[in-house]
């Protein structure tokens, strides 16, 4: 039996060992190949990649300039500053101007005045608006200051 099994271990090795360096064979072949085809799948994305943001960033420039063109219109329309006009008087300049309301921002606070919405430096009748706080405003009349505040 030992003549036998021994006979059976070298087929055994002899077939192990062919395989083995067909399969290494085969395994570094196919190593190569297995690289070759992520490298040009790579340079494959890279390429449409840039090719699509590239149409992406045209579009993007396009809106950016029609917006552009429309906010520097907006711009134009809203920075046309107008000296404050001190509107006619309807009644006695002895009265003074109603306070409808006060709309607060620390940056750009707004007043309404006569249901007139005025900001710092701007007048109704022979009032300017002088400051503006939270709960009152100070209007200024030749020189007299004037303090009206929101009444609850």
Known sequence: M???YDALKKIENKKG?????HNKKINTKSFFI???FIMVG???ANFLFNLF???????KNIYKTTDEKAIQIEEK???IKEEPKILPETKKSSTLPHLNGIFYDADNPYVLI???ILKKGECIKEYC???IFSDKVRLEKEGEVIELKIKD
Do not use: A
């Open 129 to 131: 608006v002088k400051e």
């Open 53 to 59: 943001n590239n149409l992406l960033v045209q579009k």
């Open 17 to 21: 060992s062919k395989f083995n360096t």
């Open 42 to 44: 790579f340079f494959l």
């Open 2 to 4: 030992s003549i036998i």
């Open 34 to 36: 297995f690289i070759l």
């Open 114 to 116: 006569n249901n007139r």
């Open 77 to 79: 329309e809203t920075n």
